[in-house]
T-cell receptor, first 117, second 117 residues
Framework: EAGVAQSPRYKIIEKRQSVAFWCNPISGHATLYWYQQILGQGPKLLIQFQNNGVVDDSQLPKDRFSAERLKGVDSTLKIQPAKLEDSAVYLC???????????????FGAGTRLSVL | AQKITQTQPGMFVQEKEAVTLDCTYD???????LFWYKQPSSGEMIFLIY??????QNATEGRYSLNFQKARKSANLVISASQLGDSAMYFC??????????????FGKGTKLSVKP
């Protein structure tokens, strides 16, 4: 079974430029998450989708970050314009996440390492 | 608010020995899930083990076991017979709603484990 796919693996941009990340979840996984992991810290949730609807985007800096999951499968996360403090690894995860599941294991992709200069 | 604390920034263990990675948590919820993930230098977060708050027995997965002490709010990871490939960052995480349809993960800062030959 294929895992969570993310691209690109690395991206270097200058501040005020825009950047987009792509994620394809595990087939059949209804829930998709984007996390930001700053160096030396654990991942922090940015946004959660259930199918193509947003469940939680309370920690997404909406003035510069946007995300979409058209057709309830793959997703893109965009930053426009980027700031120096956006330098981080952006991780995508997916899970089956049905209401009746006792546990909700999230499976992660390899991430995109963003450097903003 | 929920919080995960990992007090060991780095740990060393001799190959083939056992090691315990500490994790304490804080929550007012009765239903929650506890997870451990491994993050090698490649960046991908790899799910290791899960413990539900109502599970009476400690979880085990191969060489991994979770020492769950609910009254002390601790969920320590025990790795038996350490291998060189176990060298990585280890993150403890917690979900609310017992892994229900939201099940957002809150992560600790991680512990870097180094296995010595």
């Amino acid at each position: 079974e294929a895992g969570v796919a993310q691209s690109p693996r690395y991206k270097i941009i200058e501040k005020r430029q825009s950047v987009a990340f792509w994620c394809n979840p595990i087939s059949g996984h209804a829930t998709l998450y984007w996390y930001q992991q700053i160096l030396g810290q654990g991942p922090k949730l940015l946004i959660q989708f259930q199918n193509n609807g947003v469940v939680d985007d309370s920690q997404l800096p909406k003035d510069r970050f946007s995300a979409e999951r058209l057709k309830g499968v793959d997703s893109t996360l965009k930053i426009q314009p980027a700031k120096l403090e956006d330098s981080a690894v952006y991780l995508c995860a997916s899970s089956l996440a049905g209401l009746m599941l006792a546990k909700n294991i999230q499976y992660f992709g390899a991430g995109t390492r963003l450097s903003v200069l | 608010a929920q919080k995960i604390t990992q007090t060991q920034p780095g740990m060393f263990v001799q190959e083939k020995e056992a090691v315990t990675l500490d994790c304490t948590y804080d929550t007012s919820d009765q239903s929650y899930g506890l997870f451990w993930y491994k993050q090698p230098s490649s960046g991908e977060m790899i799910f290791l083990i899960y413990q539900g708050s109502y599970d009476e027995q400690n979880a085990t997965e191969g060489r991994y076991s979770l020492n769950f002490q609910k009254a002390r709010k601790s969920a320590n990871l025990v790795i038996s017979a350490s291998q060189l490939g176990d060298s990585a960052m280890y993150f403890c995480a917690m979900s609310d709603n017992y892994g229900g349809s939201q099940g957002n993960l809150i992560f600790g800062k991680g512990t870097k484990l180094s296995v010595k030959p």
